[in-house]
C-alpha cells in the first residue's frame, strides 16, 4: 500500500454589492484552482473565468434600508444644526449689543447729572453770598455730586468690561472706538402661534432627532419580530472548464447555472421571542410618548415667547411715552427751578424720574429686540422679512 500525495491550491476574486431597496446581495468574481499529483507529476486546472450571483432574502429584515434611512435623516439634523448654531451667534451678539449700548446710556446719564449738579453748586453757591439760600441746599447739591461721581464711575467699569466683550465677540481690536446708537423700532407684525410652531417643525433639528429616534426604535421592533426566521433565494450563472493549462480553462468553457432556496425557522425558543417584541414594542410606544411630550413643550415655549411679544409691542409705546413725558417734565422743572418756583428736592425727583424713564425705555427695546431674535431662533424664520434662515 503506497502514499499518493497530492496538493489543492486555489485562488479567487470577487466583488460584492448589497441591493438598498431589496435587501438582496449581487456578486460577481472568478476562480482558479490547481491541483498537483506529486507521485505522477500531473498538473490539473479547474477554473470559473467568472460567475454571476445573487441572493434574495425573503421577509427578512433590510438592515441596510434602514440604516440608510436613518443616516439621511442625521445627515439633515446635522445640517439644521449648523443653521441653528449661526442663530445662537446672532441672538448672543445682540445681547452683547444691548449690554455695551445700556452701559453707555448710563454712562451718559450719570456724566450729564454729575456735570448738571455741579453747575447747579455755582448757582447755589452765588445765592448763598447774596443770602437767598441755605447752607442745607449746598450740602444737599454736594451729596448729590458725590452720588453722581460714584455712578459715573461704576457706569464706567460696566461700560469698558460689556465693550470689551462685545468687541471680542465680534472681532474688534480693543484700540478701536466706537459709538452705539438706538436701533430702529422695526415695523409692527404679527406672529401667529400656530405658524410659528409648523415653521419650527419644519425648520428645527430638535424635530428630526424625534423623528430618528422614532425610526430607530420602529426599526428595532421589525427586527426583532423578523429575527430568526429566514427565507431566501439564489441563482447564479457563470462558465467553468478544466484543463492541463491555465490557458485550457478559457478556451470554450462550459455553461453552468444554480438556483436555490432555502429556510430557517427556531423550533423551541421559550417563548424568547416574544418577550423580545413584546418589550421592543413598549419602548417604541415609550419614545412616541416622551417624542410628543417633547414638542408640547417647544409648541408652549413658543406660544410664552410670542405672548412676551405681543405684550412688548404694546410696551413699547408706553415707555416712548413715557421717556419722552418725563424728559419734558424736567425741562420744565429745571426752568422753573431757577425763577425760584420748586426747590431743589423737586427739581432733582424730576431729574431721576427722567433717568429711570430713559432707562426703562433702553431696556424695553433690548426685551422687544432680544424677543425678536428669540423668534428667528425657536422658528428658524425671518418674520421681519418674511423668509427662511438658511446657511
Do not use: C
Amino acid at each position: 500500500m503506497g502514499i499518493r500525495l497530492s496538493g489543492i491550491y486555489t485562488l479567487g476574486l470577487g466583488f460584492r454589492q448589497q441591493v438598498l431597496e431589496t435587501g438582496g446581495e449581487v456578486s460577481i468574481g472568478t476562480e482558479i484552482s490547481r491541483f498537483d499529483d506529486f507521485r505522477t507529476k500531473n498538473v490539473r486546472y479547474n477554473g470559473t473565468p467568472i460567475y454571476f450571483k445573487y441572493s434574495q432574502p425573503l421577509f427578512g429584515f433590510n438592515k441596510m434600508k434602514w440604516d440608510k434611512k436613518i443616516e439621511l435623516l442625521k445627515n439633515e439634523e446635522s445640517k439644521k444644526d449648523k443653521v441653528q448654531e449661526i442663530e445662537n451667534i446672532r441672538e448672543e451678539s445682540t445681547l452683547l449689543f444691548f449690554d455695551a449700548l445700556q452701559a453707555q446710556i448710563d454712562i451718559e446719564i450719570a456724566n450729564y447729572n454729575y456735570q448738571n449738579t455741579l453747575r447747579l453748586l455755582d448757582i447755589e453757591n452765588g445765592k448763598i453770598k447774596l443770602g437767598t439760600t441755605s447752607y442745607d441746599k449746598i450740602l444737599q447739591i454736594n451729596l448729590n455730586i458725590t452720588n453722581y461721581k460714584k455712578e459715573f464711575d461704576i457706569s464706567k467699569y460696566k461700560y469698558n468690561n460689556a465693550m470689551a466683550k462685545l468687541k471680542n465677540f465680534i472681532g474688534l481690536a480693543d484700540s478701536e472706538l466706537i459709538k452705539l446708537k438706538v436701533p430702529n423700532i422695526p415695523s409692527s407684525f404679527v406672529v401667529d402661534t400656530a405658524l410659528a410652531f409648523k415653521l419650527a417643525k419644519e425648520n428645527r433639528s430638535e424635530f428630526l432627532a424625534f423623528e430618528i429616534k422614532r425610526v430607530e426604535s420602529q426599526m428595532n421592533t421589525i427586527s426583532e419580530t423578523k429575527k430568526n426566521i429566514a427565507f431566501s433565494l439564489s441563482g447564479g450563472f457563470g462558465v467553468n472548464r478544466a484543463g492541463n493549462t491555465i490557458a485550457s480553462i478559457y478556451n470554450n468553457p462550459n455553461q453552468q447555472q444554480n438556483f436555490s432556496i432555502g429556510f430557517s425557522l427556531p423550533i423551541l425558543d421559550w417563548k424568547r421571542k416574544k418577550i423580545a417584541i413584546k418589550k421592543a414594542h413598549e419602548e417604541e410606544l415609550l419614545v412616541n410618548y416622551q417624542n410628543r411630550m417633547e414638542e408640547n413643550s417647544i409648541r408652549e415655549e413658543i406660544r410664552a415667547i410670542i405672548n412676551v411679544f405681543d405684550f412688548l409691542k404694546v410696551s413699547i409705546d408706553y415707555s416712548i411715552l413715557a421717556d419722552s413725558i418725563a424728559n419734558e417734565r424736567f425741562q420744565l422743572t429745571k426752568v422753573l427751578y431757577q425763577s425760584g418756583k420748586v426747590s431743589l428736592t423737586e427739581l432733582f425727583i424730576a431729574q431721576n424720574e427722567k433717568d429711570t424713564y430713559k432707562k426703562n425705555y433702553i431696556n424695553t427695546i433690548k426685551e422687544y429686540w432680544m424677543t425678536i431674535f428669540l423668534i428667528r431662533r425657536v422658528t428658524l424664520y425671518d418674520f421681519l422679512k418674511e423668509s427662511y434662515i438658511r446657511n
